[in-house]
């Protein structure tokens, strides 16, 4: 499940890109502050800023690392009017406010362009819309974006590009009374980030528990449907750092185009492990049917799931009966034989047949502060920058914001 060796020597060679490129004088301004700004971001893992004096090689080098240390993030240039004008704490928020939409456009694409290759050590991946670019952003009075315009690319997919210039045409920047119009150079980069748990086998054991329970769950979309006989399906799901998918979908196979959106439908509910180095993962999943005769449609591995399922009911009822003194069966004061919340494809959601758009990754809703250190403000906005904080959806824990809980009513008092 990673990615095609070819692939991966591209991506490094496009992201080292912005880092080797000799600077010209007023460039190498611009990277000192950068390399300031990457070595405050990178303090917590260990990184180590330069004392004194940067000299050119150093800044190209903490450049380098700041690109490599995250998937994903963006760094905002002003120029030199720019900085004048332009509070440092806006273009931060705009920064940050870009990066789920930035993501929405890479999972989009992500999804056309990645190629599954089945090879005999595995499934690889080739095609994903990874790389960076550089994009000038010119910037009215008022704030509105009058162009953008691509200085440098090391995408190799043209979509992305679009996605990423229509993106940054939308933005409202802060207005200035002078009247002048301004640009601001703006650095994005993204990749598929690290997979390392894939190759374990707690995480296909895990794999194959969910996307069994997806497929038992999609059984609904093949009733009455299709006609009797073997159908083999293979499919690729795109899943965040959290272990959620964003978006799936099938390789071409002979299903009609309603039943084959509805079993993408249930394969969206498939969970992994989190991974706190990844930013989207490829994880590909299979399902199989037997349709006989009467109309009847079994799933490869149902039987398996059924016995899994009913082994973590039967530890719960032991677990229940040694806590509470009631005998094996499984019986509690309320009369619930049902498995555990945790039992292996437990969850009860229904497969919607409506296909619905992929969400942004959840660590590309994240929040940074900007440094007091900087020399000049170059804004960066990535995983790595000082003070992330989640600001993603609730945790499964069942955890609400504080702006979701609500007071208690107050009774009557006696």
Excluded at 62 to 72: F, G, L, Q
Excluded at 137 to 158: K, M, Y
Aim: neutral net charge.
């Amino acid at each position: 499940m990673a990615l095609a060796p070819e692939t991966q020597d591209r991506i490094d060679r496009h992201r080292t890109r912005f880092a080797t490129r000799r600077a010209s004088p007023r460039g190498e301004v611009r990277a000192l502050a950068l390399a300031l700004l990457a070595a405050c971001s990178s303090a917590g893992r260990g990184t180590k800023a330069p004392e004194g004096k940067a000299t050119v090689m150093q800044a190209e080098a903490y450049v380098s690392k700041a690109i490599r240390s995250s998937a994903e993030g963006f760094i905002l240039f002003p120029s030199v009017r720019a900085e004048r004008v332009y509070d440092r704490d806006a273009l931060q928020r705009i920064a940050q406010n870009l990066r789920p939409q930035a993501a929405a456009c890479f999972v989009n694409r992500t999804l056309e362009t990645l190629r599954r290759i089945d090879g005999e050590g595995g499934v690889t991946y080739a095609g994903a819309p990874e790389g960076q670019a550089k994009i000038r952003v010119r910037i009215a009075p008022d704030g509105t974006t009058l162009r953008a315009e691509i200085l440098e690319s090391g995408f190799e997919d043209a979509g992305m590009e679009r996605c990423l210039l229509e993106l940054l045409g939308r933005v409202t920047w802060p207005a200035n009374r002078q009247g002048h119009v301004h640009y601001v150079d703006v650095v994005y980069w993204v990749s598929l980030g690290a997979h390392r748990l894939a190759e374990s086998e707690a995480f296909a054991e895990r794999l194959r528990q969910e996307q069994t329970a997806a497929a038992v769950k999609a059984k609904k979309c093949l009733r009455g449907r299709v006609p009797p006989g073997r159908y083999e399906l293979e499919g690729t799901n795109l899943v965040d750092r959290d272990g959620r998918t964003l978006a799936a979908r099938l390789e071409p196979n002979t299903l009609p185009e309603d039943v084959a959106t509805c079993v993408v439908s249930a394969m969206r509910r498939i969970r992994i492990p989190a991974d706190p180095d990844a930013f989207v993962r490829p994880v590909p999943v299979r399902a199989g049917y037997t349709v006989d005769e009467d109309g009847t449609i079994t799933a490869d591995d149902e039987d398996w799931l059924a016995l899994l399922r009913a082994e973590a009911a039967a530890r719960a009822s032991a677990r229940r009966a040694e806590q509470t003194g009631l005998d094996l069966k499984g019986r509690t004061p309320w009369g619930d034989t049902s498995p555990p919340d945790d039992a292996p494809g437990s969850r009860d959601d229904d497969v919607d047949e409506t296909p619905t758009s992929p969400a942004p990754p959840g660590d590309a809703r994240r929040r940074t502060e900007p440094s007091a250190d900087d020399e000049r403000p170059a804004t960066r906005s990535d995983d790595n920058s000082p003070s992330a904080a989640d600001e993603g959806e609730p945790a499964r824990s069942g955890a609400l914001p504080l702006s979701g809980l609500r007071r208690p009513r107050r009774g009557p008092r006696p």
